[in-house]
């Protein structure tokens, strides 16, 4: 079993949809995590980050985490065809060394 | 944040030859990484660097095939030596702002032919 599992997709969404990814993960240890996005041949950019359980919003971003369940969610409201990216979560404890999911390919269709 | 840049973008290389790779940070940072990204792949770590240290390296990667320096605090290399096809992949740095952020470079593409 993979220490994060993400649903690879691909999934595909009018624009103006809400699109929803997610993460689970085994290690109850994590206590950062990350959001990021990477366009194809680009580097992943940071999206969001969140410390412990809670939710976070920036935007039309929103980041929840529920460490009771081992369960990360990413919601982006009002899609537009520029957020067609691959999505990849990421989290870790306080050592630094991060652990993604296999990244979620998205697309908004116009 | 942290501004990262990486050279090359992206190189072309023959098996059996050596390539390095600079990644260029505009902050001092104690900690950078370097990560390799296959095709289609998530994110691998190779090793964690640390300035005045050896760089730690995760379990299926070796100094001998991927070196790395740390000469100062705002810059690494990693070399990928006698390359083999099956190196052929996205190399990516980063580095650690604060306990709860990491930010990544833009990348070098490698193709071993």
């Known amino acids: 079993q993979k220490e994060v599992e993400q649903d690879p997709g691909p999934l595909s969404v009018p624009e103006g949809a809400i699109v929803s990814l997610n993460c689970t993960y085994s290690?109850?240890?994590?206590?950062?995590f990350m959001w990021y996005r990477q366009y194809s041949r680009k580097g992943p950019e940071l999206l969001m980050y969140t410390y412990s359980s809670g939710n976070k919003e920036d935007g039309r971003f929103t980041a929840q985490v529920d460490k009771s369940s081992k369960y990360i969610s990413l919601f982006i409201r009002d899609s537009q065809p520029s957020d067609s990216a691959t999505y990849l979560c990421?989290?870790?404890?306080?050592?630094?060394?991060?652990?993604f999911g296999a990244g979620t390919t998205v697309t908004v269709r116009a | 944040s942290a501004v990262i840049s990486q050279k090359p973008s992206r190189d072309i290389c023959q098996r059996g030859t050596s390539l390095t790779i600079q990644c260029q940070v505009d902050?001092?940072?104690?900690?950078m990484f370097w990560y390799r990204q296959q095709p289609g792949q998530s994110l691998t770590l190779i090793a964690t660097a640390n300035q005045g240290s050896e760089a730690t390296y995760e379990s299926g990667f070796v100094i001998d095939k991927f070196p790395i320096s740390r000469p100062n605090l705002t810059f690494s290399t990693l070399t990928v030596s006698n390359m083999s096809p099956e190196d052929s992949s996205i190399y990516l740095c980063s580095v650690d702002i604060g306990a709860d952020t990491q930010y990544f470079g833009p990348g070098t593409r490698l193709t071993v032919l």
């Open positions: 290690n109850s240890a994590f206590q950062y």
């Open positions: 902050s001092q940072v104690t900690m």
């Open positions: 990421a989290m870790k404890v306080e050592d630094y060394k991060l652990s």
